[in-house]
């Protein structure tokens, strides 16, 4: 079974700072990893996402995050936080072979302070 | 090109009603999806369909039907609304299960009281 624990259910940063987002996986089989943003009364958008190519993936928007085998870890980064990067970000989980779903984590709260 | 789209945008209904929430994707997508989105709860898949005719339970099935009579449209049935079914819900689509990018429509607020 696959599964994702987002560590952090709330993480506020000032604008202008770095952003970290912390994702932890499990799963059984070779997994295919995404990250998902969702702005108030929006549906979900992909940010972006990690298939068993690159381990250092780049999204949209700046957002970066780099696929841990050894520490089960997919967090995601940016430099810069900038005020529209305020909204709910979702780490994801599918494995990577046979018609299986995605799996959601329960998402983690980004507020960017001027 | 709309992409995913929902109907309604809110509902209230009330303990024992039924309703069916709509949606359709005009992207030629095989893969359709129902997700509610508790607070707190991430996204729990409810039912999904891997084309015309077939379709399949997630992991919240219970309280719900689907039908995909077309590729275009993918239709949640409630039948007989009860109060834990207040949520948040989206449709989502994909090419395939391999192209791994779900598009979302922009969701229906439901409230059962």
């Known amino acids: 079974a696959q599964s994702v624990t987002q560590l952090d259910s709330h993480v506020s940063v000032s604008e202008g700072t770095p952003v970290l987002l912390r994702c932890n996986y499990s799963?059984?089989?070779?997994?295919?990893l995404f990250w998902y943003v969702q702005h108030p009364n929006k549906g979900l958008q992909l940010l972006l996402k990690y298939t068993s190519a690159a381990t250092l993936v780049k999204g949209i928007n700046g957002f970066e995050a780099e696929f841990k085998k050894s520490e089960t870890s997919f967090h995601l980064t940016k430099p810069s936080a900038h005020m529209s990067d305020a909204a709910e970000y979702f780490c994801?989980?599918?494995?990577?072979?046979?018609?299986?779903?995605?799996?959601f984590g329960k998402g983690t709260r980004l507020s960017v302070i001027a | 090109n709309a992409g995913v789209t929902q109907t309604p945008k809110f509902r209230i209904l009330k303990i024992g009603q039924s309703m069916t929430l709509q949606c359709a994707q005009d992207?030629?997508?095989?893969?359709m999806y129902w997700y509610r989105q508790d607070p707190g709860m991430g996204l729990k898949l409810i039912y999904y369909s891997v084309g015309a005719g077939i379709t399949d339970k997630g992991e919240v099935p219970n309280g719900y039907n689907v039908s995909r009579s077309t590729t275009e449209d993918f239709p949640l049935r409630l039948e007989l609304a009860a109060p834990s079914q207040t949520s948040v819900y989206f449709c989502?689509?994909?090419?395939?299960?391999?192209?791994?990018?779900?598009?979302f429509g922009p969701g229906t607020r439901l409230t059962v009281l």
């Open positions: 799963s059984s089989y070779s997994p295919s």
């Open positions: 994801v989980v599918r494995r990577n072979s046979g018609n299986t779903p995605l799996v």
């Open positions: 989502a689509s994909s090419y395939s299960i391999a192209s791994n990018e779900q598009f």
């Open positions: 992207m030629n997508h095989n893969y």
